[in-house]
C-alpha cells in the first residue's frame, strides 16, 4: 500500500533531550515536506525536500532540523526541544512533476514536551 | 497563493448529498484548485482537484465556475465516516517550486444519522 509513514506516533519528552521523528514513504517520491499543526494557526510548514542532499526551510524552521540522505527518509530532528514545540506534525510526500501535485500525508506524531 | 472563504460548519444527512463552497475570487490563471479534508487529529487526504473543468472521482465531483471564482466540492451520499474539516486550496502550477499547501480553517462537516 503506498503511504507515509512516521514513527513515533505518540512521544513524551523533556526540555532538551534530543529527539528524532521519523519520516518514510514508499512511493519513489522526490518531495517531502514537514508541518505542524496547532490549535487556531492550522498547519503550517516546517521544512521541505525537492529530492536526495536538497533541503529548504519553510515557513517556521526554528528549533528543527531535516536530513535527506536517502529519498524515502525525511527524518525531523528537534535537538533541544522546547514546550513551544508540543504539537502534531504530519510528513507528507509528492511526485516532482509541473502542472498540479497531490499530498500524501502521514497519520502524524504527536509531541509533547514537557 | 489566492486566498479561500469557506463556511466554518455545515451539517448534512447521513445519505443524502453533501454541497461544500468554496469562494476563490483572486484566483488567477495558473492555479488549481484543491481538496482535502482531515477527519480528527488524523493526517489530511487529498480528495480532488480541478483547473477549468468539473471533475469526478471516486470520492467526490468537483464544479468550479466558468469564472472560476467559486467551487462546490460534492460527496454524492454522505456516510458519518465523512465528518471531518474539509479544506479547499488554491495554488499556482507547481513549476518545480515548493509544493506548499497553505491550509485555512475550512469547513467542519458533519454528517448526521
Known amino acids: 500500500e503506498a503511504q507515509v509513514t512516521q514513527n513515533p506516533r505518540y512521544l513524551i519528552t523533556v526540555t532538551g533531550k534530543k529527539l528524532t521523528v521519523t519520516c518514510s514513504q514508499n512511493?519513489?517520491?522526490?518531495?517531502m515536506s514537514w508541518y505542524r499543526q496547532d490549535p487556531g494557526l492550522g498547519l503550517r510548514q516546517i521544512y521541505y525536500?525537492?529530492?536526495?542532499?536538497?533541503?529548504d526551510k519553510g515557513d517556521v524552521p526554528e528549533g528543527y532540523k531535516v536530513s535527506r540522505k536517502e529519498k524515502r527518509n525525511f527524518p525531523l530532528i528537534l535537538e533541544s526541544p522546547s514546550p513551544n514545540q508540543t504539537s502534531l506534525y504530519f510528513c507528507?510526500?509528492?511526485?516532482?512533476?509541473?502542472?498540479?501535485?497531490?499530498?500524501?500525508f502521514g497519520a502524524g506524531s504527536r509531541l509533547t514536551v514537557l | 497563493d489566492a486566498k479561500t472563504t469557506q463556511p466554518t460548519s455545515m451539517d448534512c444527512a447521513e445519505g443524502r448529498a453533501a454541497n461544500l463552497p468554496c469562494n476563490h475570487s483572486?484566483?488567477?490563471?495558473?492555479?488549481?484548485v484543491y481538496w482535502y479534508r482531515q477527519i480528527h487529529s488524523q493526517g489530511p487526504q487529498y480528495i480532488i482537484h480541478?483547473?477549468?473543468n468539473n471533475e469526478t472521482n471516486e470520492m467526490a465531483s468537483l464544479i468550479i465556475t466558468e469564472d472560476r471564482k467559486s467551487s462546490t466540492l460534492i460527496l454524492p451520499h454522505a456516510t458519518l465516516r465523512d465528518t471531518a474539516v474539509y479544506y479547499c486550496?488554491?495554488?499556482?502550477?507547481?513549476?518545480?517550486?515548493?509544493?506548499?499547501?497553505?491550509f485555512g480553517k475550512g469547513t467542519l462537516l458533519t454528517v448526521n444519522p
Open positions: 507528507a510526500s509528492s511526485r516532482v512533476a509541473s502542472g498540479a501535485n497531490v499530498l500524501t
Open positions: 512511493m519513489n517520491h522526490e518531495y
Open positions: 525536500s525537492m529530492n536526495v542532499e536538497v533541503t
Open positions: 483572486t484566483i488567477s490563471g495558473n492555479e488549481y
Open positions: 480541478g483547473l477549468k
Open positions: 486550496i488554491v495554488r499556482p502550477n507547481s513549476g518545480g517550486s515548493n509544493y506548499k499547501l497553505t
